[in-house]
């Protein structure tokens, strides 16, 4: 899991925002996964990212991310 991330350029000293489109499991066990394997800037965003935008926070978009490369679906 950790070469995934590095190739992607996520090391240690980035910040990680878990999250999900609804309930929040997949959110809480990604954060868990990173925390295992010794990530240390990872937060859960315990709401859904529905809200999020709901309440027309901020939000930003990476061009070139695959939605595949780190979803849990």
């Known amino acids: 899991m950790k070469r995934l991330f590095e190739n992607r350029g ?3 000293d980035s910040e990680i925002i ?6 929040g499991t997949l ?9 295992s394997i010794d990530i240390p ?3 859960l965003y315990v ?5 999020w935008k709901n309440l027309e926070k ?3 978009k ?6 595949w490369d780190l979803s849990a679906e």
């Not at 959110?27 to 925390?35: D, M, R």
């Not at 990476?62 to 939605?67: C, G, K, T």
Request: charged share 25%; with cysteine; proline share 6%.
């Open 58 to 60: 901020p939000t930003s």
């Open 47 to 51: 709401r859904s990212f529905k809200e």
């Open 10 to 12: 996520i090391g240690p």
């Open 27 to 35: 959110s809480g066990l990604a954060f868990y996964a990173l925390k």
């Open 18 to 23: 878990t999250y999900c489109g609804s309930v």
């Open 41 to 43: 800037n990872v937060k």
């Open 62 to 67: 990476q061009e070139d991310a695959d939605y």
